[in-house]
């Protein structure tokens, strides 16, 4: 049973920083690509960033240049860090992989930016 365990959310001022990891267990394959979503109160939860097993990183606009994502395929896992926060980045996040048809999310991780 692969599962997927978030860390690193918290309470940050504005233009704090902070670091999200995930890391992927129960399966000794790599899972194919790795991203966050995040859900405010009241709104949908949406793509942050995703990066494939080859490489390949895609970031929201709202977060380019802010945030970076960084896979680690020797340890499954993977880690976002969070640069010149915002208040519009409050949210639930949420890890988020695929191994072949396969999805998994885990179970969320508030960060919360106060102004």
């Known amino acids: 049973q692969v599962q997927l365990v978030e860390s690193g959310g918290g309470l940050v001022q504005a233009g704090g920083s902070l670091r999200l990891s995930c890391v992927a267990s129960?399966?000794?394959?790599?899972?194919?690509?790795m991203g966050w979503y995040r859900q405010a109160p009241g709104k949908q939860r949406d793509l942050v960033a995703f990066a494939t097993i080859g490489g390949t990183k895609n970031y929201a606009d709202s977060v380019k240049g802010r945030f970076t994502l960084s896979r680690d395929n020797t340890k499954n896992s993977m880690s976002l860090q969070m640069t010149n926060l915002e208040p519009e980045d409050t949210a639930v996040y949420y890890c988020?992989?695929?191994?072949?048809?396969?999805?998994?999310w885990g179970q969320g991780t508030q960060v919360t930016v106060s102004s």
């Open positions: 129960g399966t000794r394959f790599l899972m194919h690509t």
């Open positions: 988020k992989a695929r191994l072949g048809s396969d999805y998994y």
